[in-house]
C-alpha cells in the first residue's frame, strides 16, 4: 500500500510552503495529489509572491477520497481560503476522527 498526500492550495498560499512540501513528499516516496480551493474557479491560483501554480485537481473532485495526510500550506490570504471552506473543514474533521495525520504550516493552523 503507497502512502497518499493532499497537498491544498488556495490563491496567496506560500509558494515556498507548497512546494517545498510537494517536492520532500514525492522524494519521500509518497504519492502526492496537488488540490485547489479557488473561490474564482479553476486549478491555477496565483501564490502569495506572485507564482502561478497549477493543482492537479479541484478539491471537490478528491472530497470523498482518504488520505494519508493532508498538507495546509500557509501564506496569504491562502490561509483564510482555506479556513473559510466549507469542503476542507469537513475532510479535516474526519481525517482527525479516523486518526489521520494533518499538517498545517505557517499560517495555516
Given at each position: 500500500m503507497s502512502v497518499k498526500a493532499l497537498v491544498v492550495i488556495?490563491?496567496?498560499s506560500e509558494e515556498?510552503?507548497?512546494?517545498?512540501?510537494?517536492?520532500?513528499?514525492?522524494?519521500?516516496?509518497?504519492?502526492?495529489?496537488?488540490?485547489?480551493v479557488n473561490p474564482a474557479g479553476g486549478r491555477e491560483i496565483v501564490a502569495s509572491r506572485g507564482v502561478r501554480l497549477?493543482?492537479?485537481?479541484l478539491l471537490s473532485e478528491v472530497a470523498q477520497r482518504d488520505f494519508d495526510v493532508l498538507v495546509l500550506p500557509g501564506g496569504?490570504?491562502?490561509?483564510e481560503h482555506?479556513?473559510?471552506?466549507?469542503?476542507?473543514?469537513?475532510?479535516?474533521?474526519?481525517?482527525?476522527?479516523?486518526?489521520g495525520w494533518r499538517a498545517a504550516l505557517c499560517a495555516s493552523p
Open positions: 488556495a490563491p496567496g515556498l510552503e507548497a512546494v517545498a512540501s510537494i517536492d520532500t513528499l514525492v522524494r519521500g516516496g509518497i504519492e502526492v495529489t496537488v488540490a485547489a497549477v493543482a492537479d485537481c496569504l490570504p491562502g490561509a482555506l479556513r473559510d471552506d466549507p469542503t476542507l473543514i469537513a475532510m479535516l474533521r474526519r481525517q482527525q476522527a479516523r486518526g
